[in-house]
């Protein structure tokens, strides 16, 4: 009986060993099935990933973009900026001389206007002082005709005043 119960334990062992050798194999299959799984799965994420970077690569180049051409922008409104307080200094220094210039105008006018409430002990018909005058504000008005139109303007129309002023004296 020890014959027949150590064959017959030895052919369960057999199948057992079979079994296990089955097991094993599909275990492995199993496993490299998985392990295949997880890599495609793995590669699909990194796919995605690498669009998701690429999209978002070309969202900041394109930002990048925008934010140089603003600051572009914010540069050349600076130079206007600049460029335009310039202006308003020269225009300031410009209004400057005009009012120092019609200063001078108005007591020049207060002096004549004292001279002619005066009486004149010989009528002259026209003084030399408004003939100097003009000379003076046509020779102002050409040397800035150029640099500054509008004050040479400003400096021949007082000439003009200054030479009707002459013809009604």
Do not use: C
């Amino acid at each position: 009986m020890t014959a027949k119960n150590d064959s017959a334990l030895l052919e369960v062992i057999g199948r057992l060993f079979v079994e296990a050798e089955q097991l094993k194999a599909n275990n492995e299959e199993a496993i490299e099935a998985a392990r295949k799984e997880v890599q495609d799965q793995v590669q699909e994420q990194k796919n995605k990933w690498n669009v998701q970077l690429d999209e978002a690569t070309a969202r900041y180049a394109e930002s990048q973009e925008k934010l140089d051409d603003a600051l572009e922008e914010v540069r050349q409104k600076k130079r206007e900026l600049e460029e335009t307080t310039g202006l308003l200094r020269s225009n300031h220094a410009a209004l400057a001389e005009v009012k120092e210039e019609n200063a001078k105008l108005k007591e020049e006018r207060k002096r004549r206007a004292a001279e002619e409430r005066k009486p004149q002990k010989s009528s002259k018909v026209i003084t030399s002082a408004p003939s100097k005058n003009i000379r003076v504000l046509i020779d102002r008005a050409i040397q800035t005709l150029y640099e500054e139109p509008e004050k040479a303007a400003r400096s021949l129309r007082a000439a003009l005043k200054e030479i009707d002023k002459a013809k009604e004296e």
